[in-house]
């Protein structure tokens, strides 16, 4: 497990450090906050999920210039929740912690997440030294891991065949809406059929 | 009778159809109109009011986006698209048009639930729709050499057989007040510099009664600030570029939408033809409209392509005198004699268009030494309109689809 610490900034905040590696701007914190909240399009869906809560500032700007989003906070560190709490807010609803990749799959946030399609927002500097699995974590939550992929095209009735799954199993890359066309088109089923048109127009915009 | 009519292309391409929906409305006068476009062209439906009878927006920009961008899941794109369509074929159309001509289009096309469709469609992996010889030509040709002198709203026109009607529009008693600068395009290389606009304001300003204003979209105030005084600008959005235009005497542009719109309303337009702009396809749709095109090796250079040259060729030759001569001859009550003018300015072709009871769009080419090349043109056209038109009437009825090898991606526009 990595080491996490808190240095308190002349604000008087608790910033959080993984391995020695603040997971936030450690002299202006809200700022960074501010600034990131201003470069994101949060005009896709009023439910999102924010992967990394780091020292939470982001969340609170966000909560404060769009307080209609419906915020799911995703981590994989115990320990920053209760310095969040002390120092930021004191309720957090919708907050998961997740270890690994396998305890996310199983979970009804992922089940919430291929449902709604929710998007999938994320402040790099709170990933620290969790970078790999935060990566694996988005990958998963958007959609893009092959595992993901074929579980929404389970819920599209689509059937992906043994090849395709094989093919793309050997990529670690991220899936894009190419793939899932390819997905689409090569697939027998009837359901791949019926969307495939979606799929070709969708495409065309890629190019 | 339902009737959608799917046009994904940019503004200009949209104000270039508005003679084809005028014209579709006269082919089906009871029926209802709905035109799906581009959310971000929303602020034209002032411009098809009486004839457009609802617009539904096709989010192109979030679209796009959610192809590529990490925050959104990869499917979120197919679930908005899906609902889109859900909500579309709520109603049940007799006829789909397709008035863009691409594949992205000809996919949403199949996608209608529709008693028939018009022009390109795509049905089980296969497009549909290039059996009507017009639809192949122009899909073929549109854009290249063998196209030329075709417009683009009358070869549309053709490919859908849709008749295009000028808007109807109230006989002028008085002349307009306004001389309109429009100086900005799309596309750097078929802007004439700001400076030689900043030199003919000022002279036309003190050599006409008329008050000359400089047109411009809010984006656009920053850069036209820092060439002309505030006095000089009319900076607005489209509806208000309209109303300008109704009492405009002469329009100055480049290759714009404001060419195209100022057409509709029948206002004398002088374009300046640089870059990658082509007159003979996507010139203004009017009787009233002056081209002057500077004769360089390199133009029309391709729309895709940055300029080839060390400097911006087309725009030097193009000098501040020719445009101001040019500009006095549109203004005058006098019948401009522009052989004349040709003669004097032999660095420029200098067009006129035309729009005959029959030839339909044409341009008179008023300089000398491409006379002969134009008429040429014209000969071509008139025999290519002859041989379509007669393959036309034996493929009619005969249900015969044939696959595409090719079809323009959905970057393909008319301008």
């Given at each position: 497990m990595n080491c996490i610490t808190f240095s308190e900034n002349a604000e008087g905040y608790l910033i959080p450090f993984e391995n020695n590696r603040?997971?936030?701007?450690?002299?202006n914190p809200l700022a960074e906050a501010e600034q990131w909240v201003q470069t994101q399009?949060?005009?896709?869906?009023?439910e999102i999920i924010l992967l990394g809560l780091g020292g939470g500032f982001h969340l609170q700007v966000l909560k404060q210039i769009h307080p209609h989003l419906k915020i799911h906070v995703v981590e994989?560190?115990?320990?920053l929740l209760p310095i969040f709490k002390n120092q930021v807010q004191s309720q957090l609803e919708n907050y998961s912690c997740f270890h690994s990749l396998e305890s996310l799959l199983e979970s009804e946030l992922f089940e919430k997440a291929l449902m709604k399609s929710l998007p999938v927002y994320f402040?790099?500097?709170?990933?620290?030294?969790?970078e790999d699995l935060f990566y694996s974590l988005w990958k998963n939550l958007t959609g893009r891991s092959v595992y993901a992929i074929a579980r929404h095209f389970a819920n599209l009735g689509v059937e992906i065949d043994e090849g395709t799954l094989t093919s793309l199993k050997k990529s670690e890359k991220p899936l894009t809406i190419r793939e899932a066309t390819d997905i689409v088109l090569q697939s027998e089923s009837e359901q791949a059929k019926e969307n495939r048109g979606y799929f070709e127009t969708l495409r065309e915009l890629t190019r | 009778m339902k009737i959608l009519g799917i046009s994904l292309l940019r503004l200009g391409d949209l104000i270039l159809q508005r003679p084809l929906i005028e014209g579709l409305r006269k082919k089906h006068p009871q029926s209802e109109i709905h035109m799906l476009i581009n959310?971000?062209?929303?602020?034209?439906?002032f411009l098809f009011a009486g004839l457009v009878d609802k617009f539904i927006y096709f989010d192109r920009d979030n679209l796009q986006k959610s192809c590529g961008?990490?925050?959104?899941?990869?499917l979120w794109g197919f679930h908005q698209l899906k609902s889109l369509m859900d909500d579309v074929n709520q109603t049940r159309y007799d006829f789909v048009y397709?008035?863009?001509?691409?594949r992205l289009t000809a996919h949403l096309a199949g996608l209608v639930h529709a008693q028939e469709r018009i022009g390109i469609y795509s049905k089980d992996g296969n497009f549909h729709g290039l059996n009507n010889p017009w639809i192949a030509f122009f899909n073929n040709f549109f854009g290249k050499p063998e196209a030329t002198g075709f417009h683009y709203t009358e070869l549309l026109g053709r490919a859908l057989e849709i008749q295009p009607q000028q808007m109807p529009f109230p006989v002028k008693t008085s002349r307009g007040q306004y001389v309109l600068?429009?100086?900005?395009?799309?596309?750097?290389?078929?802007n004439w510099s700001l400076e030689k606009y900043q030199a003919l304001v000022k002279t036309l300003e003190s050599e006409t009664p008329l008050q000359v204003l400089v047109l411009g979209a809010p984006f656009e105030r920053e850069i036209l600030s820092k060439t002309f005084p505030e006095k000089n600008l009319f900076i607005c959005d489209l509806q208000a570029a309209a109303s300008k235009l109704r009492e405009t005497a002469l329009l100055i542009t480049g290759d714009t939408s404001i060419k195209h719109l100022a057409a509709l309303y029948d206002t004398p337009i002088l374009e300046l033809s640089l870059?990658?702009?082509?007159p003979l396809q996507v010139?203004?749709?009017?009787n009233h409209a002056v081209t002057l095109q500077p004769k360089v090796?390199?133009?029309?250079?391709?729309?895709?392509?940055?300029?080839?040259?060390?400097?911006?060729v087309c725009g030097d030759r193009l000098s501040v005198g020719a445009v101001l001569q040019a500009a006095h001859k549109m203004l005058s009550v006098d019948h401009p004699d522009w052989n004349r003018f040709a003669q004097q300015h032999p660095e420029l072709i200098v067009l006129k268009t035309e729009i005959r009871h029959v030839m339909g769009w044409t341009v008179q080419c008023q300089s000398l030494a491409q006379k002969d090349y134009f008429e040429q043109v014209l000969q071509k056209k008139t025999m290519i309109v002859d041989e379509l038109n007669r393959r036309h009437q034996s493929v009619k009825g005969v249900n015969n689809e044939q696959r595409t090898r090719k079809l323009p991606d959905s970057r393909a526009e008319a301008s």
């Amino acid at each position: 497990m990595n080491c996490i610490t808190f240095s308190e900034n002349a604000e008087g905040y608790l910033i959080p450090f993984e391995n020695n590696r603040a997971l936030c701007d450690f002299e202006n914190p809200l700022a960074e906050a501010e600034q990131w909240v201003q470069t994101q399009n949060f005009g896709i869906s009023n439910e999102i999920i924010l992967l990394g809560l780091g020292g939470g500032f982001h969340l609170q700007v966000l909560k404060q210039i769009h307080p209609h989003l419906k915020i799911h906070v995703v981590e994989c560190r115990d320990q920053l929740l209760p310095i969040f709490k002390n120092q930021v807010q004191s309720q957090l609803e919708n907050y998961s912690c997740f270890h690994s990749l396998e305890s996310l799959l199983e979970s009804e946030l992922f089940e919430k997440a291929l449902m709604k399609s929710l998007p999938v927002y994320f402040m790099k500097s709170t990933w620290g030294a969790e970078e790999d699995l935060f990566y694996s974590l988005w990958k998963n939550l958007t959609g893009r891991s092959v595992y993901a992929i074929a579980r929404h095209f389970a819920n599209l009735g689509v059937e992906i065949d043994e090849g395709t799954l094989t093919s793309l199993k050997k990529s670690e890359k991220p899936l894009t809406i190419r793939e899932a066309t390819d997905i689409v088109l090569q697939s027998e089923s009837e359901q791949a059929k019926e969307n495939r048109g979606y799929f070709e127009t969708l495409r065309e915009l890629t190019r | 009778m339902k009737i959608l009519g799917i046009s994904l292309l940019r503004l200009g391409d949209l104000i270039l159809q508005r003679p084809l929906i005028e014209g579709l409305r006269k082919k089906h006068p009871q029926s209802e109109i709905h035109m799906l476009i581009n959310k971000q062209f929303s602020q034209v439906e002032f411009l098809f009011a009486g004839l457009v009878d609802k617009f539904i927006y096709f989010d192109r920009d979030n679209l796009q986006k959610s192809c590529g961008e990490k925050e959104y899941n990869i499917l979120w794109g197919f679930h908005q698209l899906k609902s889109l369509m859900d909500d579309v074929n709520q109603t049940r159309y007799d006829f789909v048009y397709n008035f863009t001509h691409n594949r992205l289009t000809a996919h949403l096309a199949g996608l209608v639930h529709a008693q028939e469709r018009i022009g390109i469609y795509s049905k089980d992996g296969n497009f549909h729709g290039l059996n009507n010889p017009w639809i192949a030509f122009f899909n073929n040709f549109f854009g290249k050499p063998e196209a030329t002198g075709f417009h683009y709203t009358e070869l549309l026109g053709r490919a859908l057989e849709i008749q295009p009607q000028q808007m109807p529009f109230p006989v002028k008693t008085s002349r307009g007040q306004y001389v309109l600068v429009q100086p900005l395009t799309s596309d750097s290389k078929k802007n004439w510099s700001l400076e030689k606009y900043q030199a003919l304001v000022k002279t036309l300003e003190s050599e006409t009664p008329l008050q000359v204003l400089v047109l411009g979209a809010p984006f656009e105030r920053e850069i036209l600030s820092k060439t002309f005084p505030e006095k000089n600008l009319f900076i607005c959005d489209l509806q208000a570029a309209a109303s300008k235009l109704r009492e405009t005497a002469l329009l100055i542009t480049g290759d714009t939408s404001i060419k195209h719109l100022a057409a509709l309303y029948d206002t004398p337009i002088l374009e300046l033809s640089l870059g990658s702009s082509q007159p003979l396809q996507v010139g203004a749709y009017s009787n009233h409209a002056v081209t002057l095109q500077p004769k360089v090796q390199c133009g029309p250079c391709p729309h895709s392509q940055k300029c080839s040259q060390a400097t911006h060729v087309c725009g030097d030759r193009l000098s501040v005198g020719a445009v101001l001569q040019a500009a006095h001859k549109m203004l005058s009550v006098d019948h401009p004699d522009w052989n004349r003018f040709a003669q004097q300015h032999p660095e420029l072709i200098v067009l006129k268009t035309e729009i005959r009871h029959v030839m339909g769009w044409t341009v008179q080419c008023q300089s000398l030494a491409q006379k002969d090349y134009f008429e040429q043109v014209l000969q071509k056209k008139t025999m290519i309109v002859d041989e379509l038109n007669r393959r036309h009437q034996s493929v009619k009825g005969v249900n015969n689809e044939q696959r595409t090898r090719k079809l323009p991606d959905s970057r393909a526009e008319a301008s």
